[in-house]
């Protein structure tokens, strides 16, 4: 199993490369094309602002190459926002793979959320095995609203879209990495049951 964490200098891969390892898995980080496209699953990691990572992605051309994918890709925090349409975070174009508007929490809020928080409504083979309202972890300002492609909600003063799929392209809000067992649960059920 080739697992590649895609490099752009936007992600907090070390906490995601010892989670792996965790589970038995070794993985490649890398900005390769190639490397990337025969990889059997891909994630796509993300940390800090949305505009600053938009650049770094278009510098190395993989804004061309992630919306091409055909392998399952995780995105995860700000990789899962990434995939959106756009972000209201320095008013960013993002990859357009999901047809959504990434929106900020309203200042009535503390933002960033950070810390556990519990999931819900959970819809896909990504939360087998993790039971409903399971705390997962998350640190995020930024959040995409309830949509037609959520797999899992959550709720900060308002109900949002905490997971998110489409097709082959899975994205989930909080850091599984960080999330203890059951995050790393779900990245075992990312790498041995989707397809």
Excluded at 129 to 149: A, D, G, K, Q, W
């Amino acid at each position: 199993m080739k697992i590649t964490i895609i490099d752009y200098g936007a992600g907090n891969v070390k906490s995601i490369e010892f989670a792996l390892e965790r589970i038995g898995y070794s993985s490649v980080l890398t900005k390769d094309a190639n490397t990337i496209k025969n990889a059997d699953r891909v994630i796509f990691p993300g940390v800090g602002e949305a505009s600053y990572a938009m650049n770094m992605l278009k510098k190395s051309k993989l804004n061309h190459l992630i919306p091409t994918l055909k392998q399952p890709v995780l995105g995860i925090c700000l990789g899962m926002q990434l995939m959106c349409q756009t972000s209201e975070e320095g008013e960013t174009d993002a990859l357009g793979i999901f047809d959504l508007k990434v929106k900020r929490f309203q200042n009535t809020l503390k933002v960033p959320q950070i810390g556990w928080n519990t999931i819900f409504n959970l819809k896909s083979i990504l939360f087998e095995n993790i039971p409903e309202n399971t705390y997962m972890y998350l640190v995020h300002s930024y959040f995409v609203p309830s949509n037609s492609f959520c797999i899992a909600t959550s709720d900060y003063g308002i109900e949002y879209s905490v997971a998110v799929q489409k097709n082959n392209f899975f994205g989930v809000q909080f850091h599984p990495e960080k999330s203890g067992v059951l995050g790393e649960q779900l990245l075992k059920n990312f790498i041995e049951n989707t397809n």
